[in-house]
């Protein structure tokens, strides 16, 4: 299995300031097409994940354009450029690219 | 607008057979590319990802619980199915369904779509 390993696991941000995540998957999430297999969540208490974004770079819809996600292969960061109350919450990666998809122990966000 | 709502029983006594339905609206569960997914989280395995099914009876699981799950779809009733033999306190988490877009080796659009959850305890 491609194990997720995230840091930091907590991580305290004033609001407007910039936030990162990293994600190094034990094994390159690079599939031969080009993709990288990588996702971020976020969970908010008391509701399921969030998806933030897909294939490493690209933001799901509605999501806010201070959310971004770069990293290829073995590297992978989730950056808010600037953290507003409501990006309180654990944010998660996960692969898709080989069974079984697997998640990161996720990063809890505090303000 | 997709829906998902998961349904089941709460709680589940050790041995017995666990069944949830996730009941999809907004959605045909045999649209081409759709891969209907089911994970759970507990506080000591965190999210883990169960399987998926799709091209209307296709499925993938979890090797770690490969033996013991299945999934299904029910096309009239347009729901989708997760069954779970031999249950333990292991299995105690709250149960998501959820969709993602999905062609394989060619695209992949991240779990977009998730249902509220469902908690199963397993206990005598």
């Known amino acids: 299995d491609i194990i997720l390993t995230q840091s930091p696991l907590s991580l305290a941000v004033s609001p407007g300031e910039p936030a990162s995540i990293s994600c190094r998957p034990s094994?390159?999430?690079?599939?031969?097409?080009?993709?990288?297999?990588l996702d971020w969540y976020l969970q908010k208490p008391g509701q399921p994940p969030q998806l933030l974004i897909y294939?490493?770079?690209n933001r799901a819809s509605g999501v806010p354009d201070r959310f971004s996600g770069s990293g290829s292969g073995t590297f992978f960061t989730l950056k808010i450029s600037r953290v507003e109350p409501e990006d309180v919450g654990v944010y998660y990666c996960?692969?898709?690219?080989?069974?079984?998809?697997?998640f990161g122990q996720g990063t809890k966000l505090e303000i | 607008q997709l829906h998902l709502q998961e349904s089941g029983p709460g709680l589940v006594k050790p041995t017995e057979t666990l069944l949830l339905t996730c009941t999809v609206s907004?959605?045909?569960?045999?649209?081409?590319?759709?891969?209907w997914v089911w994970i759970r989280q507990s506080p000591g395995r965190g999210l883990e990802w169960i399987g998926n099914?799709?091209?209307?009876?296709?499925?993938t699981y979890n090797r770690s619980l490969r033996s013991r799950v299945t999934i299904s779809i029910d096309t009239s009733k347009n729901h989708f199915a997760l069954r779970l033999t031999s249950v333990t306190a292991a299995d105690t988490a709250v149960y998501y369904c959820?969709?993602?877009?999905?062609?394989?080796?060619?695209?992949?659009?991240?779990?977009?779509?998730w249902g509220q959850g469902t908690t199963v305890t397993v206990s005598s």
């Open positions: 099914i799709y091209n209307g009876g296709t499925t």
């Open positions: 907004g959605a045909s569960l045999t649209s081409p590319n759709h891969d």
């Open positions: 996960m692969q898709a690219l080989q069974s079984p998809w697997t």
């Open positions: 294939l490493a770079s």
């Open positions: 094994q390159s999430l690079l599939h031969r097409n080009g993709h990288n297999y």
């Open positions: 959820a969709r993602t877009i999905m062609l394989r080796s060619i695209n992949y659009y991240g779990v977009a779509v």
